[in-house]
């Protein structure tokens, strides 16, 4: 059957790499063997795979379609090893995840504990804004996502989620660290180091930001919480940020989170997110529990 053929493979390389010549250089093979396998297939099938152009390879309808079908029996194959090597019992695989930089923190410490249990499982993991975490999970690029405030969209499943709300986070020296809780209009007089709009934060912020009359001071953004974190313990200025994007700095006494006082202030949803219908193997399956637990423990 042509579609478990070497077929697979080289038009694969060719659709990616757009030349013939480019794909037999990834291969090893010449390019006439890669052109002479798909001219094969294309005269089985009764219609072009590629439009041959003078700059490079162009698929067609017909051969989007085949690219799709192959794509997606990869996939199946990849899980289906994998449930293999679940029955052998060799605990063995890997899992990818896509997650926001906000639950960098926390998702460390819970992937810590599953290598403790499955030290043979591997793990591919990705940081994105949290639409695009979405819709990473949608195109089964990644088993499993991890967003704040993910978008409605269909096909998307959020088995479990927990909130959490704003607050302050500033340097241990800091006027407003002895407090228990601050309100906006105690911020106003100190810098703030604010995410940009890449990060969904910022939305959240740009909310309570819509509610006040007063107009904050700020003194740096950033596309990286990382960087806003550092400062804040420097002293550049104060943050506002969730707890659960500063798990490793609060509970390591670098910096003081305060609660903010504030009815306006919305609460940032940090959910699981699932493609609908997709199997995972059954390595994702047991972090997926893992991971559910611990959100109910956070929800608690």
């Given at each position: 059957m042509w579609a478990f053929s070497r077929f697979v493979r080289y038009f694969n390389e060719a659709a990616v790499r757009g030349s013939m010549r480019r794909a037999g250089e990834e291969l090893h093979v010449s390019p006439s063997s890669v052109d002479r396998q798909i001219l094969r297939i294309e005269s089985e099938l009764g219609v072009p795979l590629f439009e041959r152009l003078s700059q490079g390879l162009k698929v067609t309808a017909a051969g989007e379609l085949v690219l799709h079908r192959i794509r997606r029996w990869q996939k199946e194959m990849d899980l289906l090893k994998a449930q293999i090597e679940d029955l052998k019992g060799l605990k063995r695989g890997h899992i990818s995840l896509a997650i926001v930089e906000g639950a960098v923190e926390w998702t460390t410490q819970i992937l810590a504990e599953y290598h403790r249990k499955y030290p043979g499982v591997s793990f591919a993991v990705h940081v994105h804004g949290a639409d695009h975490v979405a819709r990473l999970v949608l195109d089964n690029a990644v088993d499993?996502?991890?967003?704040v405030n993910p978008p409605i969209l269909p096909g998307l499943l959020i088995p479990n989620s927990a909130e959490f709300r704003l607050g302050v986070i500033a340097a241990l020296g800091h006027p407003l660290a002895g407090?228990?809780?601050?309100?906006?209009?105690?911020?106003m007089e100190y810098g703030i180091v604010a995410p940009d709009n890449s990060l969904a934060l910022r939305g959240v912020i740009d909310r309570l930001l819509a509610t006040s009359s007063a107009h904050p001071r700020i003194v740096a953004t950033s596309n990286s919480?990382?960087?806003?974190?550092?400062?804040?313990?420097?002293?550049?200025?104060?943050?506002?940020?969730?707890?659960?994007?500063?798990?490793w700095e609060i509970e390591t006494g670098r910096v003081r989170f305060i609660p903010l006082e504030n009815p306006n202030v919305h609460p940032s949803i940090l959910s699981l997110c699932l493609a609908e219908g997709r199997q995972l193997p059954t390595t994702a399956t047991s972090l997926l529990t893992l991971f559910d637990t611990a959100m109910n423990q956070l929800a608690s």
């Open positions: 499993i996502g991890l967003s407090q228990a809780k601050v309100r906006f209009s105690d911020c919480l990382s960087m806003l974190k550092h400062l804040v313990a420097q002293d550049v200025g104060i943050g506002l940020v969730t707890n659960l994007d500063a798990t």
